[in-house]
């Protein structure tokens, strides 16, 4: 069939071989690309050659971050899943709290990766572990995760979260692994170990007994 439209139709045959060598050459392409730039939506730190826009968030050309974060409890290095899930945790616990409200929660998250707070091993399981944040015992924001987030907020806190990442610290936040409302007093709350008031948001170090929070052996 090929040998005959080749004989009749040179160039239809030329344009179709090559129509399907670029759909395979895209599709290989797709295959193969870093999973570093499909991963996440927001990758905080990509290095680009020039500006680009990534659904409607301008990414601007930087050096590429380190992410270290030390804090009273050690030092943790944030994988990109760990950068993802603090962007979503600070949007829905904090985003309308300033550069210090979100720097503050993020805080506490690390800390409880650190010193395995309810067997925690990482940034994103000391966020899901189970009635630790209250968004996450929404099941339909869980699922969603970015999508539907509002664009305009979720870019003040990439920024945030990029400023923290950098370096950005808060002065008391050091060993705090606690945080509730202003507006509540849970059964826990301690105000001996009250470090911070920030916001809407009431910050703790650890509370005794301390043996609930420390990773198992």
């Not at 080749?6 to 690309?33: D, G, N, R, S, W």
């Not at 996450?136 to 999508?147: E, G, I, L, P």
Request: charge should be positive; charged fraction near 20%; glycine fraction near 6%.
């Amino acid at each position: 069939m090929l040998e005959n439209l080749v004989q009749k139709h040179p160039f239809k045959a030329y344009a179709l071989v090559f129509t399907c060598a670029l759909v395979v050459m895209f599709a290989f392409l797709k295959f193969i690309e870093p999973k570093e730039r499909v991963y996440s939506q927001y990758t905080v730190g990509i290095i680009v050659d020039e500006p680009v826009v990534i659904n409607d968030i301008a990414i601007e050309p930087a050096k590429k971050l380190e992410r270290t974060i030390t804090t009273g409890f050690g030092s943790y290095t944030l994988s990109d899943k760990d950068v993802e899930c603090l962007i979503v945790n600070a949007y829905h616990e904090a985003r309308g709290e300033g550069l210090d409200g979100m720097v503050a929660v993020s805080t506490v998250v690390v800390n409880r990766a650190l010193v395995g707070h309810m067997n925690s091993k990482t940034v994103c399981s000391a966020i899901l572990k189970k009635k630790q944040f209250s968004w996450t015992n929404n099941t339909a924001k869980r699922n969603a995760w970015m999508k539907g987030l509002n664009k305009t907020e979720l870019k003040i806190v990439v920024n945030a979260i990029e400023k923290f990442i950098g370096g950005y610290s808060i002065e008391g936040l050091e060993k705090a692994i606690y945080y509730h409302e202003r507006n509540i007093k849970p059964k826990w709350s301690n105000n001996d170990y009250k470090v911070a008031v920030i916001k809407n948001h009431i910050f703790f170090n650890p509370i005794p007994p301390v043996s609930h929070y420390l990773r198992s052996a």
